[in-house]
T-cell receptor
């Protein structure tokens, strides 16, 4: 069964600090992995996409890594801001099947003053 | 606004009633997805369309649920004889064809069954 697990479940950090979120997956055959940010009451918005051959990709203060051998990904947020408070969801797509996405349960991040 | 649009944003209904939600995808997107999200969980796949054809349905989509995309543009999701367990956020997403195409999500319809 295709599964995506994320840790930690929730995280509280002070503004300006860095943090790293983890994602482990068992989706096969692997196509790509995206990190989405979901603000409360809104739909998810894609931050980064990683394909099999990519190890690191950055989008502003967000840096995603992928280890396709161990089936792990991380999302590193630098110099956190209050607006980073949201749920961060790891989403893995398998080849074939119409781009069906398997979602993790998300990490709820809260950035405080 | 050229994003994915969902209507209504919120729906409160009594148990046993039927409800219908609408999703208008981004106009050039031929793929449309429905997901359900309960509090504290990630979205769960319900069904997806390529143009007007419904190509896959999750086991989560019981006989009380039906989705249509009659002209390959907007889609509707109907829930008959609603139950309290149907209370959730129903998200619609659309994408173009291709493995790396991004799925763009609407803001969802929050259903509360009382």
């Amino acid at each position: 069964k295709n599964q995506v697990e994320q840790s930690p479940q929730s995280l509280i950090i002070l503004e300006g600090k860095n943090c790293t979120l983890q994602c482990n997956y068992t989706v096969s055959p692997f196509s790509n992995l995206r990190w989405y940010k979901q603000d409360t009451g809104r739909g998810p918005v894609s931050l980064t996409i990683m394909t099999f051959s990519e190890n690191t990709k950055s989008n502003g203060r967000y840096t995603a890594t992928l280890d396709a051998d161990t089936k792990q990904s991380s999302l590193h947020i630098t110099a956190s801001q209050l607006s980073d408070s949201a749920s961060y969801i790891c989403v893995v797509s398998a080849t074939g099947g119409g781009n069906k996405l398997t979602f993790g349960t998300g990490t709820q991040l809260k950035v405080e003053l | 606004d050229t994003g994915v649009s969902q209507d209504p944003r919120h729906k409160i209904t009594k148990r046993g009633q039927n409800v219908t939600f609408r999703c208008d995808p981004i106009s050039e997107h031929n793929r449309l997805y429905w997901y359900r999200q309960t509090l504290g969980q990630g979205p769960e796949f319900l069904t997806y369309f390529q143009n007007e054809a419904q190509l896959e349905k999750s086991r989560l989509l019981s006989d009380r649920f039906s989705a249509e995309r009659p002209k390959g543009s907007f889609s509707t999701l109907e829930i008959q004889r609603t139950e309290q367990g149907d209370s959730a956020m129903y998200l619609c997403a659309s994408s173009t064809h291709g493995q790396e195409s991004e799925a763009f999500f609407g803001q969802g319809t929050r259903l509360t069954v009382v």
